[in-house]
């Protein structure tokens, strides 16, 4: 399974900006997805999850302001981002769990004026 992430760039404090994560070469409906990021000097943190069955988790820092969601048949997962922030200045790395974790490329969403 290949994890092709797309949709970062620059965004000004406040904006929005979507990213998607679609994966090829297999369905991937029935397996849990989801985002970390990384920021410079920073540890890998968890953003948020779905499982199949479409239950949300989030980190406490982006509650109320990020959404993600299963698109087309569970095939691919978006993250909205609304009201960022210069803290989620970040590389996106989106995620699916089999029995093994699959990882995509990784995605620059800056946030700045």
């Known amino acids: 399974v290949q994890l092709q992430a797309s949709g970062g760039g620059l965004v000004q404090p406040g904006g929005p900006l979507r990213i998607s994560c679609a994966p090829s070469?297999?369905?991937?409906?029935?397996?849990?997805m989801g985002w970390y990021r990384q920021a410079p000097g920073k540890q890998r943190e968890l953003v948020a999850s779905?499982?199949?069955?479409?239950?949300?988790n989030y980190a406490d820092s982006v509650k109320g302001r990020f959404t993600i969601s299963r698109v087309g048949a569970g095939n691919m997962v978006n993250l909205q981002m609304n009201s960022l922030k210069p803290e989620d200045t970040a590389v996106y790395y989106c995620?699916?769990?089999?029995?093994?974790?699959?990882w995509g490329q990784g995605t620059q969403v800056t946030v700045s004026s």
């Open positions: 995620y699916l769990d089999t029995a093994y974790r699959y």
């Open positions: 070469g297999s369905s991937v409906r029935f397996y849990a």
């Open positions: 779905i499982t199949s069955g479409g239950q949300r």
